[in-house]
Each structure stands twice: as C-alpha cells, then as structure tokens.
C-alpha cells in the first residue's frame, strides 16, 4: 500500500473569471481535499500561479495533475513532489497580551524572525514568514497566550534553480 502524504502542485492558468472554481470543483467531484491553495498573479499578468497543496499517495497525485491539466485555462500543472523547493508560508497571529508580557513576546519573535506589525491595547500582532514546520512551531507557543485572530496564507513554492 503506497503511503499518502503532502503534495504539492502548481497550475499555471490563463487569468481568468472561473478557473479557480473549475480546478477546486475538479477537487471536490473526485473527494480531494485542499489543504492549502495560494493564487497569485506570475510574471506574466495574463498567467496566473495556483499553489495547490493535497494529501495524495504517488498515483492519486498524478491522476490529479492529469485531470486538471485537461481543464479549460491551463497551461501548465508542476508536481513539485521530487523537486527540491523553496517553500514558504505567510501567518498573521493576534494575541491578547498585557503589558507586562510584551518583552517576552517580543523576545519568541526575535527567536523566530517574526515582525510585530500592531500594538493595540491589550493586544499585539505578529507577522511571520517560513516554511510550514516554522509556522507550525510559532503557533504551538503563540498557544501559551489567548490568540485573538490567525491567518495563514498557504504555502507556495518555486522550484529551485534555472527552470528554463
């Protein structure tokens, strides 16, 4: 039995009304789940770059790739599985702090390169930038006070190196 774990895809698409939709529909009629999605503009502002992130064995993760390069509006679908990456995650976390708390809160961001991006009264909110694991990490000890708000914004990767 072959092991399922994270994959990731991108899909170049044509920038247009209702692709996003068709490929999540795609997903959804043949019980895929979306664990992450980032969609962005490339260098090309008529491409558009979906960074798709699923939970798939080998062969599952190429019937997708298949399926959704057949769809109207795609260009390109890059399975970034055996590619070494560059992956990184945005996150914007709110906490409830006192006053009191904000030098040691200040001191866990310096620990993980984070940026307080507000002060308000009684709360502070952080930005930080990295891979899943490093997102995971700060969340897990952002855990030791009242989180207010999280946001994440989904990973996204390019592959390493010249892709000409």
């Not at 068709?22 to 979906?50: K, P, Q, W, Y």
């Not at 930005?127 to 000890?141: P, S, Y």
Request: proline content about 2%.
């Amino acid at each position: 039995m072959m092991m399922e774990m994270e994959r990731t895809i991108s899909v170049l698409v044509k920038n247009r009304p209702r692709v996003l939709a068709r490929i999540a529909g795609l997903f959804a009629r043949r019980g895929f789940n979306i664990d992450s999605l980032a969609v962005s503009t490339t260098e090309d502002e008529a491409v558009s770059r979906m960074t798709v992130a699923t939970t798939a064995d080998p062969p599952t993760l190429a019937q997708i790739a298949k399926q959704v390069s057949k769809l109207h509006d795609v260009v390109q679908v890059i399975d970034h599985t055996n590619h070494k990456v560059v992956e990184r995650e945005l996150c914007l976390i709110k906490v409830h702090i006192d006053r009191s708390e904000r030098p040691e809160l200040i001191s866990l961001c310096d620990v993980f390169r984070g940026d307080i991006v507000d002060i308000g009264n009684g709360s502070v909110m952080v930005q930080l930038v990295g891979d899943k694991d490093k997102i995971d990490a700060f969340v897990h000890v952002m855990q030791d006070y009242e989180i207010e708000e999280m946001v994440r914004s989904g990973k996204i990767v390019l592959d390493r190196g010249s892709s000409k």
